[in-house]
Each structure stands twice: as C-alpha cells, then as structure tokens.
C-alpha cells in the first residue's frame, strides 16, 4: 500500500489549543514516515475544516487520513463521510482522541503536547496498517439461543419474546430455574422458590 498519510490536528477553539500545542503536534507529524501533509485548523468538524480534508486528500494524493481531534464516539462517522467524500476509502481514516484523553485530563503543556505526540505517531502508524473495507449486507435468522435456565436466562428469554422473537433456551441441568429451584421460600413475600 502507498503511504501518502494526511493528518489534521483539531483546535477544538481552545479545548485542545490551550493544553496542547497543536502547531508543534503537527509540525512533529510531519517528521513521521508515512506522512506528507499536516496541519491545524480551529474546527475542524466545521464544514469549513471538512472541506479542508476534501482538498489536501485531492491537492496531496493522500492515500490514508488521521486526526487528530476528540473521542471517536463524537465524530469518527463525520470523519470518515469526509475521507470518503474526498475519494479515499472511510477505513483508510483514524481518529486520535486528544481533547478526552489529552487536554481534559492534564495540565502541563510540554506533556500533555509530547503524549498528543506519541498517540498520533500511534494513530498514523496504525492506518498505515488499515485495509479498505466494503460494507455488506447479509440477511440474519432472527431467532435468539439463551444460554442458561436460570432466573437471569428464563427472564432473558421472555424479554426476547416479548420483543417478537423466537427464543431457545439450552440448560444442561434437567429442569430449569437455576438456583432458584434450590429454596424454599423468598423474602420478603416468603413466596415459594419453584
Ligand atoms: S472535531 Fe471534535 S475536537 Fe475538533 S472541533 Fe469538532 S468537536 Fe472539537
């Protein structure tokens, strides 16, 4: 695989920038193999920083796509419509979460900058690894297997066919319930067990 990495470390107006040093995250990027393009932008969720990613993949030949920003659970799907939009494969993306695992955590500077540093020498180096997935559909049995006749199991089982679906309960013991099977009565309404 080619190894044209592009990696655009975020701002996120002064969440990141006024922990980390964003500038010298992507000047150190620029030092990585593998890269040929870095850069900072304030927002780069924006419409205008998602532009910036369409043009530098077109204008620099990218292959892969890093940024460096917050949590994927925020934005990889934003990222990645973007790469893709771009041209490249939305697999070929990483992102590396240094607003939650950087600057919201930590106050020095120099350290919080140099561990920015480290994750993105990680996050490039590991889509440098990433293959190009397509995503398939594949139709699915929808029928649930309920390991276990226990309490936990039996009740399973009826919230799954409650929902609407067939359900198979597997119990190795001869009869189900579990331990439950095993008392007498159960407070505090003294209800028997079985
Ligand atoms: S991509 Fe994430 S870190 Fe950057 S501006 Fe948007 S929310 Fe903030």
Known sequence: ???????????????????????????AARQIPGVVFSTTYKYMCSDPGQEMIRNAIQEHDLEQVVVAS?????????FRRA??????????????????????VHTDKNMATLKAIDLVRMGVNKVLHNQPLQISTIPVTKKAMVIGGGIAGMQAAL??????????????EASIGGKMTQLDKTFPTLDCAA
């Open 159 to 172: 919230d799954i066919a409650e929902a609407g679906y067939s359900v198979v309960i597997v119990e190795k």
């Open 70 to 78: 917050c949590s994927p659970r925020m934005h990889e799907n934003t």
């Open 83 to 104: 790469v893709e939009a771009g041209g490249i494969n939305p697999y070929l993306f990483e992102q590396v979460n240094i607003r939650e695992q950087v600057s919201w």
């Open 1 to 27: 695989m080619r190894k044209r990495v592009g990696v655009f470390v975020c701002d996120c107006g002064t969440n990141i920038a006024s922990v980390v040093d964003t500038e010298q995250v992507a000047e």
